[in-house]
């Protein structure tokens, strides 16, 4: 009865909700469970209206342009060998693919460049990303845009955001700092930079990317971890008191300044309207009000780390000059010429801008406008600050020459709203008029300030520490002028040096980065097995763990070395270095016990000079088709360089052939296992599709074919496996991987198991091969077998699983049939 009732009940709010929506026409903003926005906010339109920042005759055009979806936009990475085979496919198939096409009543135009973006590498359509992601007739553009993505190869990234990275200015040798980095579009475009010859494995330059939220961290790793960099390091830091560090310069320690930094701060987010619609209702102006001192703060602690001559862009997705030119403003007028603004007016061609403002207003939520701080009530001036104010001083005003800022209005090309001044240091600020230069030796007080911030994990506080002081007797002099200087700007309402703030650090606990010692015997097996060559930097290698056995040995440049070694206590490190080499269980037998890892192979390859060999195309397409080929498969060619070549770890090597232009023509390096009588590609699913796009492979239709080969019945598995038991004993060997994969992955997550037991089936199969040419058919069978329970696992700890660890296991979508078919597996052994 009990049931019943709640069933009646059920029925009766269903019918009700049903009734209370209004039913017919009224119900179709409910369809998706929340009444549609009304992009519609008379605040919003009085404001800007007031403020004049759209042209007079272009109001229409600006809020119509602001109530339509934002288009789709991507950007190719540059850096990467085969970005042209990409822009080739992109314009030979995909694009022409959309030729004449409608989706839902609405023409596909064919996506065209960014005018104003070098290269061609930047895109954008008519197409917002929603039809994108639900559209059928766009699912095979969707899903080539979501596999290269995962690779890194393509970044889906709003075309303004774009735009700071590229007036920058970067070169691979540059020293940066993205402030307030997540998710990290920018961040990516940053690396890119630093890689722009991908012949040099580790430019000189690296990039501290930072961001105050815990858990975004975790995005921004994600987004730098597919552009396989040992030059990225995301921590975690206020932006407004991120600590000085140090680093080492022959023997001395010395103040790291930054040549180029990033400051795209938290804003209101007005810019943002087409694609984030909740601002329509939410806007209002204390949302600026609020977020203004934060701004100004974190720009200022920026322009502190900025070295002499370098480079400071300040970005914000808002149009509201109190988050913008108010904060320049007031920037410039405390360097007292330490700052200008950069002329970027020649820079980027082909974009549209409008130039900064050197008039406006203040208005609270109410609507009630103030043109002057002395005519703020003083039960307002909590709300209302003096720096938000445009300076009255005429000639100081044209002096900051405030017009140089760029304004992005969404109606001129399409896109979303955005800000963007770019300053210059030519002086230290004046706060910091005595610091030392950077080649300059620091007193040993810096020591008490690391020991500090080394208790910051427990919860403590740490107080930013500035920039030593040049004699002993300056910083009490120093610190009584700033005290006068403060107390006088507070009398007349300008804002003076940033007060030192406090901090504290949240999150998880990083287990540690620590650095291999030049004797340890662990890398000694590793040079000789792949003849390293001896200018590899083999002190740049690290782990994560301190105690036990070494699963995963990562690689940083000598630069973000010498950052780690002399900052590891004051800063949090949420993840640096990329990886190399991963410890395979039997190893061992093999002559060494770690194999080398598909991401960090392009850094690695420069430096091996054995195990390395070089494929025809034909090899590569068998390699990333087939899980585990057997030699008789691959050219005569290969066959014979692998002859004599000891079982394990191997470099794949694919050289274009300048004869044959409709090959392939960017070289490929892929990590490979070569077995008694097999050879297979250790390369994550989406970086397998990427590369037999470019070699001209349907994967959208491979993949279909894929899915329905898995959409097998649970009988045809049953005797798939009794057809392979009667052959050979090789399920109890299942079994017992299935088993001791999964104790492994609850043991230690940074264990690669999936890999490693692969590979101790394959040498059973091998094994078992020798006894007979009769038993070929049911290795072939049980390999597949194999592969099913490998991706099962894949399964059982989570869809991304293969993409997190990028294990080359097959990628296939499994059903229920088949997991099922593996609990049997796991709850009724095969008996003997």
């Known amino acids: 009865?009990?049931?019943?009732?709640?069933?009646?009940?059920?029925?009766?709010?269903?019918?009700?909700?049903?009734?209370?929506?209004?039913?017919?026409?009224?119900?179709?903003?409910?369809?998706?469970?929340?009444?549609?926005?009304?992009?519609?906010?008379?605040?919003?339109?009085?404001?800007?209206?007031?403020?004049?920042?759209?042209?007079?005759?272009?109001?229409?055009?600006?809020?119509?342009?602001?109530?339509?979806?934002?288009?789709?936009?991507?950007?190719?990475?540059?850096?990467?060998?085969?970005?042209?085979?990409?822009l080739h496919t992109l314009k030979e198939k995909y694009f022409k693919e959309l030729q004449d096409l409608e989706v839902d009543g609405q023409k596909v135009e064919i996506p065209q460049s960014l005018s104003w973006?070098?290269?061609?590498?930047?895109?954008?359509?008519?197409?917002?990303?929603?039809?994108?992601?639900?559209?059928?007739?766009?699912?095979?553009?969707?899903?080539?845009?979501?596999?290269?993505?995962?690779?890194?190869?393509?970044?889906?990234?709003?075309?303004?955001?774009?735009?700071?990275?590229?007036?920058?200015?970067?070169?691979?040798?540059?020293?940066?700092?993205?402030?307030?980095?997540?998710?990290?579009?920018?961040?990516?475009?940053?690396?890119?930079?630093?890689?722009?010859?991908?012949?040099?494995?580790?430019?000189?330059?690296?990039?501290?990317?930072?961001?105050?939220?815990?858990?975004?961290?975790?995005?921004?790793?994600?987004?730098?971890?597919?552009?396989?960099?040992?030059?990225?390091?995301?921590?975690?830091?206020?932006?407004?008191?991120?600590?000085?560090?140090?680093?080492?310069?022959?023997?001395?320690?010395?103040?790291?300044?930054?040549?180029?930094?990033?400051?795209?701060?938290?804003?209101?987010?007005?810019?943002?309207?087409?694609?984030?619609?909740?601002?329509w209702k939410k806007w209002t102006t204390q949302n600026s009000l609020q977020l203004h001192g934060l701004q100004l703060r974190i720009?200022?602690?920026?322009?502190?780390?900025?070295?002499?001559?370098?480079?400071?862009?300040?970005?914000?997705?808002?149009?509201?000059?109190?988050?913008?030119?108010?904060?320049i403003a007031s920037l410039l007028e405390k360097s007292q010429g330490a700052l200008e603004l950069a002329d970027v007016s020649s820079e980027l061609p082909g974009l549209k801008r409008m130039p900064g403002i050197t008039k406006w207003k203040v208005m609270l939520k109410d609507g009630q406008w103030f043109e002057e701080w002395k005519d703020v009530p003083s039960n307002r001036q909590t709300q209302i600050r003096p720096t938000?104010?445009?300076?009255?001083?005429?000639?100081?005003?044209?002096?900051?020459?405030?017009?140089?800022?760029?304004?992005?209005?969404?109606?001129?090309?399409?896109?979303?709203?955005?800000?963007?001044?770019?300053?210059?240091?030519?002086?230290?600020?004046?706060?910091?008029?005595?610091?030392?230069?950077?080649?300059?030796?620091?007193?040993?007080?810096?020591?008490?300030?690391?020991?500090t911030a080394a208790n910051s994990d427990n919860g403590s506080e740490c107080v930013t520490e500035e920039p030593a002081l040049a004699e002993n007797e300056e910083p009490k002099k120093m610190q009584e002028l700033q005290n006068s200087d403060t107390d006088q700007s507070k009398r007349e309402g300008v804002c003076g040096p940033p007060p030192s703030k406090k901090m504290k650090l949240f999150g998880f606990k990083e287990d540690p980065f620590v650095f291999l010692p030049e004797d340890d015997p662990l890398f000694l097996p590793i040079q000789k097995f792949y003849a390293l060559d001896p200018s590899f930097p083999k002190m740049n290698l690290l782990t994560r763990t301190q105690e036990g056995k070494k699963r995963q040995l990562y690689m940083v440049s000598k630069e973000l070395r010498n950052v780690l070694l002399n900052?590891?206590?004051?800063?949090?490190?949420?993840?640096?270095?990329?990886?190399?080499?991963?410890?395979?269980?039997?190893?061992?037998?093999?002559?060494?016990?770690?194999?080398?890892?598909?991401?960090?192979?392009y850094t690695l390859y420069p430096f091996i000079h054995a195990r390395i060999i070089n494929v025809c195309i034909e090899d590569v397409k068998i390699l990333l088709t087939e899980e585990n080929p057997f030699l008789s498969k691959f050219s005569s060619g290969t066959q014979e360089k692998v002859k004599d070549m000891a079982m394990g770890s191997i470099v794949l090597k694919y050289d274009p052939d300048p004869e044959k232009p409709d090959d392939l023509q960017c070289?490929?390096?892929?990590?490979?296992?070569?077995?008694?009588?097999?050879?297979?590609?250790?390369?994550?699913?989406?970086?397998?599709?990427?590369?037999?796009?470019?070699?001209?492979?349907?994967?959208?239709?491979?993949?279909?074919?894929?899915?329905?080969?898995?959409?097998?019945?649970?009988?045809?598995?049953?005797?798939?496996?009794?057809?392979?038991?009667?052959?050979?004993?090789?399920?109890?060997?299942?079994?017992?991987?299935v088993t001791k994969m999964k104790a492994e992955i609850g043991e230690e997550s940074s264990h690669t198991p999936m890999e490693s037991s692969a590979m101790e089936v394959e040498n059973k199969i091998e094994d078992l091969d020798q006894s007979g040419k009769n038993v070929n058919s049911h290795l072939?069978?049980?390999?597949?077998e194999t592969g099913i329970v490998c991706v099962q696992l894949g399964s059982l700890v989570g869809s991304t699983y293969s993409q997190w660890r990028g294990e080359p296991v097959l990628s296939l979508q499994m059903d229920t049939c088949y997991r099922q078919q593996l609990r049997t597996v796991h709850q009724e052994p095969v008996s003997h």
Not at 306 to 327: D, F, Q
Not at 422 to 446: D, E
């Open 117 to 279: 973006y070098p290269e061609e590498l930047a895109w954008h359509t008519n197409l917002s990303r929603k039809i994108l992601r639900k559209s059928p007739q766009l699912e095979k553009f969707h899903q080539f845009l979501v596999s290269e993505t995962e690779c890194g190869n393509i970044s889906r990234q709003e075309a303004v955001s774009m735009i700071p990275p590229l007036l920058l200015n970067v070169n691979p040798h540059h020293k940066i700092l993205d402030m307030c980095a997540a998710p990290g579009s920018k961040t990516a475009q940053l690396i890119e930079m630093l890689h722009a010859d991908m012949n040099v494995p580790f430019p000189k330059g690296f990039v501290i990317a930072n961001d105050v939220d815990n858990k975004r961290c975790y995005l921004l790793v994600h987004q730098a971890k597919r552009l396989n960099s040992p030059c990225i390091m995301v921590v975690n830091h206020d932006a407004s008191s991120i600590p000085n560090l140090q680093i080492d310069v022959d023997g001395r320690k010395e103040v790291l300044f930054y040549d180029r930094i990033l400051c795209d701060v938290p804003c209101s987010g007005d810019g943002t309207m087409r694609k984030n619609i909740d601002v």
């Open 667 to 737: 070289p490929i390096v892929l990590c490979g296992w070569q077995g008694k009588t097999s050879l297979r590609a250790f390369v994550p699913k989406n970086e397998r599709l990427h590369y037999l796009r470019m070699m001209g492979v349907e994967v959208f239709k491979a993949k279909r074919k894929e899915e329905e080969s898995g959409n097998k019945t649970e009988e045809e598995v049953q005797h798939r496996l009794a057809q392979t038991e009667e052959g050979m004993d090789v399920e109890g060997k299942e079994c017992d991987l």
């Open 1 to 86: 009865m009990g049931r019943r009732a709640r069933e009646r009940r059920r029925q009766q709010q269903q019918q009700e909700r049903t009734e209370g929506s209004g039913g017919g026409g009224d119900r179709a903003g409910w369809a998706g469970g929340y009444p549609e926005i009304v992009k519609e906010n008379e605040l919003f339109e009085r404001y800007y209206r007031e403020l004049g920042i759209v042209p007079d005759g272009e109001w229409g055009a600006f809020m119509a342009a602001l109530r339509e979806p934002l288009p789709a936009t991507l950007r190719i990475t540059g850096y990467r060998s085969h970005a042209k085979e990409i």
């Open 780 to 784: 072939s069978q049980e390999s597949k």
């Open 388 to 451: 938000m104010f445009p300076i009255k001083d005429e000639e100081k005003l044209k002096a900051m020459n405030l017009e140089r800022c760029l304004r992005i209005l969404p109606h001129h090309q399409n896109t979303g709203g955005f800000f963007v001044a770019v300053l210059i240091k030519k002086s230290p600020m004046p706060w910091n008029k005595r610091q030392p230069k950077v080649h300059q030796k620091l007193p040993q007080r810096t020591g008490d300030t690391e020991v």
């Open 567 to 601: 900052n590891s206590e004051k800063m949090k490190v949420i993840n640096t270095g990329i990886k190399v080499w991963s410890r395979n269980s039997d190893g061992e037998q093999f002559g060494c016990a770690f194999r080398l890892a598909q991401e960090g192979i």
């Open 299 to 327: 720009a200022t602690r920026g322009v502190e780390q900025l070295a002499e001559g370098g480079r400071m862009v300040y970005s914000t997705c808002s149009l509201n000059p109190i988050e913008n030119e108010a904060v």
